[in-house]
């Protein structure tokens, strides 16, 4: 990837259920000298390539930004009774 990649401040990982739905949700916050089309191009790479989609996007008042990524987590069953 590129250098912005280098830029971002913070990333963590947690779970949640939503009405018994599991997702995996990422964290990911931007520096304020981010400009929007680098930050659209970096969550549009995460959608395409990892399967995130966006949840909730944040913007502060000196003009830094917090995106929530969310992706649901699937549970393999065992479909074979012995």
Do not use: C, K, N
């Amino acid at each position: 990837m590129d250098d912005t990649m280098d830029r971002i401040t913070s990333t963590g990982l947690a779970r949640q259920t939503p009405g018994g739905v599991e997702y995996e949700v990422q964290r990911i916050g931007f520096a304020r000298w981010f400009t929007r089309t680098q930050t659209r191009r970096i969550l549009t790479e995460r959608a395409q390539h990892e399967g995130w989609e966006l949840w909730r996007l944040r913007r502060y008042r000196d003009g830094s930004r917090e995106a929530w990524l969310r992706r649901r987590i699937i549970r393999a069953r065992l479909t074979v009774f012995v």
